[in-house]
């Protein structure tokens, strides 16, 4: 089944406290991204990437890194987590269309919440 | 920055009748896309219409496509209401690669 995986689904954790949320997919998708979800602010990109080794920052990089060291693979690192990024999270992936950026339809996870303290 | 905005914000109906809800978006783009989202879950695609499509159908689905008043909308026919959920339009930015989402039309439909 082609899919998106994300975990862990939920997490509370502590100011400062390093964590990573993994996300990988099936599908050899080329492009996958990381989105946040807050109430009345929509989806909002934090870091994407084309490719592997391919990485770039979205709308709202800060305090976040990625890696793409494997094509399945976009895992979301939060160095030190603040309380401002408790959010809704998202990963997604799909394909990349001709080499040109159209990326067509994305396929998402099933979203992590994080609560930091 | 928004690409997209949806329009109404929320719309609330009763089943059977139709929902339409509106997506306007200011640059050029290659496509546009309408997702749906079930409370807190991941967002699932609906539909992708092409720069160079006016209309497209899928099953209860019709979305349309006006690039002269860069506005599109979906058409849910004889709603049920399994169809209550956000819906999300996405386009792609003429500048980068980011598939860029608007803030949603949060639908509910009453029995």
């Known amino acids: 089944e082609a899919q998106v995986t994300q975990n862990p689904r939920y997490l509370i954790t502590v100011t400062g406290k390093k964590l990573t949320v993994t996300c990988s997919q099936n599908?050899?998708?080329?492009?996958m991204s990381w989105y946040r979800q807050d109430p009345g602010l929509g989806l909002r990109q934090i870091y994407y990437?084309?490719?592997?080794?391919?990485?770039d920052k979205g709308d709202v990089p800060e305090g976040y890194k990625v890696s793409r060291k494997e094509k399945r693979n976009f895992p979301l690192i939060l160095e030190s987590p603040s309380p401002n990024q408790t959010s809704l999270y998202f990963c997604?992936?799909?394909?990349?269309?001709?080499?040109?950026?159209?990326?067509?339809?994305?396929?998402f996870g099933q979203g992590t919440r994080l609560t930091v303290v | 920055s928004q690409q997209g905005e949806e329009d109404p914000q929320a719309l609330s109906i009763q089943e059977g009748e139709n929902a339409t809800m509106n997506c306007s978006y200011k640059?050029?783009?290659?496509?546009l896309q309408w997702y749906r989202q079930n409370s807190g879950r991941g967002l699932v695609h609906l539909i992708l219409?092409?720069?160079?499509?006016r209309e497209k159908h899928s099953g209860r689905l019709r979305v349309t496509l006006d690039t002269s008043k860069k506005s599109s909308s979906l058409l849910i026919t004889a709603s049920r209401a399994a169809d209550t959920a956000s819906y999300f339009c996405?386009?792609?930015?003429?500048?980068?690669?980011?598939?860029?989402f608007g803030k949603g039309t949060t639908l509910s439909v009453s029995s």
């Open positions: 997604a992936s799909s394909l990349w269309e001709g080499g040109q950026a159209r990326p067509s339809e994305a396929f």
């Open positions: 599908m050899n998708h080329e492009y």
């Open positions: 990437s084309m490719n592997v080794e391919v990485t």
């Open positions: 640059t050029s783009i290659n496509n």
């Open positions: 219409i092409r720069s160079n499509e």
């Open positions: 996405a386009t792609k930015r003429q500048a980068g690669t980011a598939l860029i």
